[in-house]
C-alpha cells in the first residue's frame, strides 16, 4: 500500500467535527452532564493557582485560548480527551466544580497578575463580599469568550480518542507517562484503573520498592505494578519485537484493561505472593544497588534490578525451591557480567528487557 493509500484508509477511520462555543455554553454542558471531565484526572493534573490565574487573566485580556479535544461516545456525551484543566478552571471558577464524589469544590480565589493586579482576591460571585467579586460586566465578558472545540465523532476507531489523549498529553505536558496512561485507563475501563491501584497499594510492594515522594506524586508505583502485569510471564519472542518500550507498556496495559479473558484474581495472587516472598528476604534493600567492595545495598531504587528479580520470581513462584535465597542471588547478580553489562545507564529498555527478563527466570530455576 502506498503512502498516499495508508494516508486515505487511516484519515477515513477518524471522523471529526469542530466549531467554537461560549464559555456559558461549556458551563451549561457540564451543568446537564452532557460533558465528562472525568474528576478522577484532576489528582494527574497539577496546575497551581498562578496558573489558574493566568487563565483567567488571558480570557478577560481577549487572548486566544486552545481548542478543547473531546470525543463523543455512543450516548452523546463528551469525554475530554484534551484542555480539562482549562475547562475544570473555569468551572472552579464559576462555583460549580464538582470532585469525583460529587462535592462541591472550593471556589477558585484569583491572584494579582502582571497586567492584571486588581485580580487579587477577586472571585466569580460572592453575594456576601460584592467588593471582591467580578461586576456583572467581567462576568459577561468571560461567559461570552468563546472556545473552540474538535470533536472525535463516535463513528470513528474506538482507538482514536486513546491515541489523541497520549499524543497530546506527552511531551509538553507535566503528566508523567504513567499519569497519563492512568487517564486513559479511567476512560477504557475505570474499574481495572481501580484494582491497578490497589495492587500498588499492597505494603508489601511498597516496602520492596521503597520510593521517595516524588516518584510516587508521579505514579510510578502504578507503572512498576502494571510492568509488572506485562512483563512477569511475557512470552521471550515478543521482546524482540517490542520496539520503544514506553508504547509497548501503553499497547499493552489498553489490551489486558479490555480483555474480558484476563483473571484479576490469579495476577493479583501471584503479585502478592511475589512480593510477600520479596519483602520476607529483603524488604527495602531488595531493588537496589549491592556494593561487592561494602558488602550492603545502597542507594535508591533500580528499575533494572526489579526486571530481574520481581519478573524472575514471579515466573519461578510455582516452584517455592527455585525462589529460595532471594538476597544471596540478588548480591550475587552484581559480580555477574550478564547483569552488569546490560543493566548500565547508558543501555537503553528495548536493548535491556531482552537480556535481562530471560537472565532472571534463569537465575530463580532451580539449580542456578
Known amino acids: 500500500m502506498s503512502l498516499i493509500d495508508e494516508v486515505n484508509e487511516k484519515r477515513k477511520e477518524i471522523r471529526t467535527d469542530g466549531y467554537a462555543m461560549s464559555i456559558s455554553e461549556w458551563a451549561s454542558l457540564y451543568e446537564n452532564k452532557e460533558v465528562d471531565i472525568h474528576p478522577e484526572f484532576q489528582r494527574f493534573y497539577r496546575w497551581g493557582d498562578t496558573q489558574k490565574t493566568n487563565l483567567i487573566e488571558s480570557i478577560l485580556l481577549g487572548i486566544p485560548i486552545p481548542p478543547v479535544f ?72 468571560i461567559k461570552r469568550s468563546k472556545i473552540s472545540v474538535s470533536i472525535i465523532l463516535k463513528e470513528s476507531d474506538d482507538t482514536a480518542k486513546y491515541d489523541l489523549f497520549q499524543r497530546l498529553n506527552t511531551g509538553g505536558s507535566n503528566l508523567s507517562p504513567q499519569e497519563v496512561r492512568n487517564c486513559i485507563l479511567v476512560m477504557i475501563n475505570k474499574e481495572f484503573y481501580t484494582w491497578l491501584q490497589s495492587l500498588a497499594s499492597y505494603e ?63 495476577w493479583e495472587g501471584l503479585f502478592k505472593s511475589t512480593f510477600d516472598l520479596i519483602n520476607n528476604e529483603m524488604s527495602d534493600k531488595a531493588f537496589k544497588r549491592y556494593s561487592v567492595e561494602k558488602s550492603k545495598f545502597t542507594g535508591g531504587f533500580l528499575l533494572s534490578q526489579y526486571e530481574v528479580i520481581a519478573y524472575g520470581v514471579a515466573f519461578n513462584i510455582h516452584n517455592k525451591n527455585n525462589v529460595a535465597n532471594i538476597r544471596e542471588k540478588a548480591e550475587m547478580l552484581w559480580s555477574d557480567n550478564r547483569y552488569t553489562d546490560w543493566s548500565g545507564s547508558g543501555v537503553t529498555a528495548t536493548r535491556r528487557l531482552p537480556k535481562l527478563i530471560p537472565l532472571g527466570r534463569g537465575v530463580f530455576e532451580s539449580g542456578n
Do not use: H
Open 204 to 266: 508489601p510492594f511498597q516496602s520492596c520498592i521503597s520510593l521517595s515522594d516524588r516518584p510516587l506524586s508521579e505514579a510510578y508505583d502504578i507503572e512498576l505494578a502494571l510492568r509488572f502485569l506485562i512483563f512477569a510471564l511475557v512470552d521471550e519472542a515478543s521482546l524482540n519485537n517490542m520496539g520503544d518500550v514506553g508504547v509497548f507498556v501503553t499497547d499493552a496495559m489498553a489490551d489486558i484493561a479490555q480483555d474480558k479473558t484476563f483473571d484479576k484474581d490469579v
Open 70 to 141: 473531546v470525543s463523543q461516545r455512543e450516548d452523546g456525551i463528551w469525554d475530554v480527551v484534551d484542555g480539562l484543566q482549562r475547562l475544570s478552571t473555569l468551572y472552579q471558577f464559576m462555583g460549580i466544580l464538582k470532585d469525583e464524589n460529587g462535592n462541591n469544590i472550593e471556589p477558585l480565589t484569583l491572584a494579582a497578575t502582571k497586567y492584571l493586579p486588581s485580580l487579587e482576591g477577586k472571585k466569580w460571585n460572592n453575594p456576601d463580599d460584592e467588593e471582591n467579586s467580578l461586576n456583572q460586566e467581567l462576568r459577561l465578558i
